[in-house]
């Protein structure tokens, strides 16, 4: 039998609150193997939630855990079945560290899991002295627990989405905890039913928490955020707000690129168009990132269409509002004297702006932004495109789902 200092030792490696260890024996070439005993008498019974202790039977199990050193680590565990004398239900109690029929605990399959991200199956398994079937049943099983786990201390949410294929019109939406900059949950569709189906699986615990909501400029994610999040500010992304404006400028480089080719005089045409020549990018970049050839590139724009040109300023007006205004009042008192010069230039962004403004000030006092979501989606990206060929939702999501629960 080992000495009492020996098992409150052992309990304080094991470090797991429903069990203690009783007794322990090391056979060699196999591993240690603790003998544990449930430190709850009293179980809920899962059908009338009343609490019992009447054993039905004992039913001992062994499982792996985390192994200590180079010794592998076995449990022996005791999954009671129990009777309540309340409704007669007889039922087998449930653990948090090992789920039901599995013989390995959960925080063993998370550490397999991890090296299964950062490596394979097959060498993951050898390593391990572990078979690829249990890491499939493993990670098929880790997944479903993943797919259903909340959200823990979100203050704030962030909605983005993804193209899926690109040029397609067809996007995974991503949630994102902007604070931890942690993928918190993805949903297949953009559709208001579907996210909204989605963000109440979290419940209500969650949602009143959260204390501000950025969005890009799609009125369906304003009006989720207010259904389900009332408390929550929300803000229209200043990214998506510049990326509506520097679009907006691109379609007018090409609406006047097409305009040019139809010109009938040939000097004329190859005027403009070589004005035009890589014009894109000196324009749609922010200008103190460009160097002496791009500035003088912009020159050139401006020779052939002066209404590009100064499109850009005013694109770079807004940057230099988003960069330096204070507070939401002198944000706002810049924005509107903005909007007073946009209107024949932009007058798309105009209209949206206009709409969004209350969204878009919000911005200035907490000054959150999307900024670590295109991080985020990057990666996202690269997921779809590995190895694993994870080519349907499920898989992608839980893989996904995966790698930020390690990465955090
Ligand atoms: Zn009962």
Same mark, same amino acid.
Request: one cysteine or more; glycine letters at 4%; proline letters at 2%.
């Given at each position: ?7 409150h ?38 059908? $009338? ?5 009447l ?9 792996r855990?985390?192994s200590?050193?180079?010794?592998l680590?076995y ?8 009777? $309540?004398?309340? $409704? ?15 013989v ?8 397999i ?33 993943l ?8 203050? !704030? ?47 209500e ?36 707000v ?11 480089r ?8 139809k010109?009938?005089? !040939? ?21 103190q ?120």
């Amino acid at each position: 039998m080992a000495s009492n200092s020996e098992l409150h030792l052992m309990n304080q490696l094991l470090n797991l609150e429903e069990v203690k260890v009783i007794d322990y024996r090391i056979i060699e070439g196999i591993g240690i193997i603790l003998s544990l005993e449930n430190t709850q008498k009293k179980v809920l019974c899962p059908n $009338c939630r009343k609490t019992t202790e009447l054993l039905h039977q004992n039913n001992f199990q062994t499982v792996r855990d985390l192994s200590f050193g180079q010794q592998l680590v076995y449990l022996k565990v005791n999954r009671r079945r129990m009777r $309540c004398p309340h $409704c007669q239900n007889k039922f087998t109690e449930e653990l948090e560290f090992v789920q039901k029929r599995r013989v390995h605990t959960l925080r063993f399959v998370k550490k397999i899991i991890e090296e299964v991200l950062n490596s394979d199956i097959k060498n993951v398994a050898k390593r391990n002295d572990l078979s690829e079937q249990e890491i499939e049943t493993m990670l098929k099983d880790l997944g479903t627990y993943l797919v259903k786990e909340k959200p823990v201390n979100l203050k !704030k949410l962030g909605i983005d989405e993804i193209a899926v294929v690109k040029g397609q019109r067809n996007y995974y939406v991503v949630f994102v905890d902007l604070e931890k900059g942690k993928l918190v949950g993805l949903v297949e569709k953009r559709t208001k039913k579907e996210i909204t189906e989605h963000l109440e699986t979290w419940g209500e615990k969650v949602l009143s928490k959260i204390q501000e909501v950025s969005i890009d400029l799609w009125k369906p994610y304003k009006n989720i955020a207010k259904e389900l999040m009332p408390q929550a500010e929300i803000v229209a992304d200043r990214f998506h707000v510049m990326k509506q404006v520097t679009d907006e400028l691109d379609s007018a480089r090409r609406k006047i690129k097409r305009e040019a080719e139809k010109l009938k005089s !040939k000097s004329q045409k190859e005027k403009i168009l070589s004005g035009l020549t890589k014009s894109k990018y000196v324009l749609l970049k922010n200008e103190q990132d460009l160097n002496e050839d791009e500035k003088e590139k912009l020159k050139e724009v401006e020779k052939v269409a002066p209404v590009l040109t100064k499109m850009h300023v005013l694109k770079e007006k807004l940057r230099n509002i988003f960069e330096s205004s204070k507070d939401w009042r002198e944000g706002l008192f810049n924005l509107a004297d903005w909007l007073k010069d946009i209107s024949d230039y932009f007058p798309k962004s105009f209209g949206t702006i206009k709409r969004w403004i209350g969204e878009i000030v919000t911005y200035f006092d907490e000054r959150t932004t999307q900024g670590i979501v295109e991080g985020i989606n990057n990666k996202l990206k690269l997921i779809k495109r590995r190895a694993f060929g994870f080519r349907n939702f499920n898989n992608f999501q839980l893989r996904s789902l995966l790698t930020w629960h390690f990465a955090s």
